[in-house]
């Protein structure tokens, strides 16, 4: 079972300039149409995607919970028409005051699995202990976070926040709290490798890893996959993810078969690794933490 780890629906009237200028450039004029579960649905069939984890998604520091209940909202909403397939993940502003009381009504009356926050977006240090009240409700839920942990590249996000190292002090105080870093803390792979190898709670998503030419796409996922297969000795905590709508699902299946195709099992990323990423890790993952049964 191929599962995505890490996509976004929103309403799309939602979408702030600098994303709508992002997508222009990207020649992905049309994507806020398909900011919808059929769109989602549409290509998770199109690149062979059973079921997928749909992260709610702040766009600014200063956006409060009551603007955030809007695409809370949306999320759920449009996760709930799909039989399943579709895996909700709420956000919040975890500097609000009833920040702890809103994550709990959430989990336990609007049905949310996990919890996403976004460092760089909403610029906070995950280590910042204000946050810990969030962590200890997440970890008595043995509910997992997916943070968004690397650079964007994208102005104005700061990119400071998303530094992987800044997830050691949180691991390290929450050993329980289930943590996927939400694209490997691209490009700071060997801190990513360092913390899935001494932290048995964090995990990683493996969306967006990708160069800017055709020539050299599949480099920066390369050197993701044999610093933590070097490090660690496996990939088995590295889960497959899109980032739909802003990078294309076939088009992170296409390169890791791409991958697989001039793989050996005599390499130190051997086939069956990239064989794991696509079928096993994330489905292993969310049987683990009751994502799907």
């Given at each position: 079972m191929l599962i995505d780890m890490h996509t976004h629906l929103w309403p799309s009237e939602k979408t702030p300039d600098y994303l709508r200028d992002y997508f222009k450039n990207q020649e992905k004029e049309n994507k806020c149409c398909q900011?919808?579960?059929e769109g989602l649905l549409n290509s998770m069939d199109r690149a062979g995607i059973e079921k997928a984890v749909v992260l709610a998604l702040s766009f600014s520091p200063d956006w409060a919970n009551e603007e955030l209940?809007?695409?809370?909202?949306?999320?759920?909403?449009?996760?709930?028409?799909?039989?399943?397939?579709?895996?909700?993940?709420?956000?919040?502003?975890?500097?609000?005051?009833?920040?702890v009381d809103y994550l709990r009504k959430m989990i336990e009356i609007d049905g949310?699995?996990?919890?996403?926050?976004?460092?760089?977006?909403?610029?906070?240090?995950?280590n910042d202990d204000r946050l810990y009240p969030i962590y200890t409700l997440m970890q008595q839920y043995n509910k997992p976070i997916l943070f968004h942990s690397g650079g964007i590249g994208i102005r104005p996000i700061k990119d400071r926040f998303g530094q992987p190292i800044h997830f050691d002090d949180v691991a390290c105080d929450f050993p329980e709290l289930p943590m996927i870093l939400g694209h490997a803390g691209r490009i700071w792979?060997?801190?990513?490798?360092?913390?899935?190898?001494?932290?048995?709670n964090v995990f990683a998503d493996?969306?967006?890893?990708?160069?800017?030419?055709?020539?050299?796409?599949?480099?920066?996922?390369?050197?993701?996959?044999?610093q933590v297969k070097g490090w660690t000795g496996?990939?088995?905590?590295?889960?497959?993810?899109?980032?739909?709508?802003?990078?294309?699902?076939?088009?992170?299946?296409?390169?890791?078969?791409?991958?697989?195709?001039t793989r050996s099992d005599h390499e130190l990323v051997a086939a069956t690794d990239i064989k794991n990423i696509f079928t096993a890790n994330s489905q292993v993952f969310c049987k683990q933490y009751n994502l799907i049964k």
């Open positions: 900011l919808t579960y209940g809007d695409i809370n909202k949306y999320v759920i909403q449009q996760t709930k028409k799909t039989e399943g397939r579709l895996i909700p993940f709420c956000t919040i502003n975890p500097f609000e005051r009833n920040s949310f699995f996990g919890l996403k926050l976004h460092c760089n977006i909403q610029q906070f240090y995950p792979y060997h801190e990513t490798a360092m913390l899935l190898r001494k932290h048995k493996i969306s967006t890893n990708f160069g800017r030419t055709e020539k050299f796409r599949n480099y920066p996922m390369e050197q993701l996959l044999h496996t990939v088995d905590k590295l889960l497959f993810g899109s980032d739909y709508p802003f990078y294309s699902q076939s088009g992170t299946v296409e390169a890791l078969e791409e991958m697989l195709q």
